[in-house]
């Protein structure tokens, strides 16, 4: 079963206009990525890990590579992982153990997958909050893969608002998610 769901990963990653698709890693890189976390990587990233790449793809800004792959603002996967956690924690709040942040959007956003729940439910992390989707990380990939817009499958609204840039005195519209 995951071996074709792979394929149709892989499948799917070929057809798309990826420049950031890193060559897929080690199972060396993946034990020691676990190592470093102190927690198991779900089975079906492992593989997406080992045959798709090293991150550089799936929606968004792509899935965070291992060590030597696709990085995300922070880093690879598990200093992305030890960024977030501590900046959560140094503003008073709880880490959910296993928690894990694979692929980033930008502006600070990024979905996470509980690693130790055998189901793999996803996460959307936003501005300190970190709230759990109605999807897990197979459910993920096929959102992606069908087109749909993952993040607005959370019941987030955008706000819109307009701004002064501060730099060029010039408005601007910005958008800002929130939670229902």
């Not at 503003?91 to 153990?97: D, I």
Request: hydrophobic share 30%; glycine share 10%; net charge negative.
């Amino acid at each position: 079963m995951v071996d074709e769901f792979i394929e149709k990963i892989q499948e799917y990653t070929k057809s798309q206009p990826t420049s950031n698709l890193c060559t897929p890693t080690s199972k060396n890189a993946i034990n020691e990525t676990e190592h470093k976390l102190g927690f198991s990587i779900p089975n079906l990233l492992k593989q997406c890990y080992l045959r798709v790449g090293n991150g550089g793809f799936g929606p968004g800004y792509g899935v965070i590579g291992l060590e030597g792959g696709y990085a995300s603002d922070y880093g690879n996967v598990v200093e992305t992982f030890q960024l977030l956690k501590s900046d959560q924690e140094s503003e008073g709040l709880e880490w959910q153990e296993g928690l894990l942040p694979f692929c980033e959007w930008g502006c600070n956003i990024f979905s996470c997958v509980d690693c130790n729940d055998p189901q793999h439910p996803v996460f959307t992390f936003e501005d300190f909050a970190v709230t759990q989707q109605n999807y897990t990380l197979d459910r993920f990939f096929e959102l992606w893969m069908s087109g749909a817009d993952i993040l607005s499958c959370d019941g987030a609204e955008v706000d819109e608002v307009e701004i002064t840039n501060p730099f060029t005195g010039e408005k601007e519209t910005v958008s800002k998610r929130r939670q229902k």
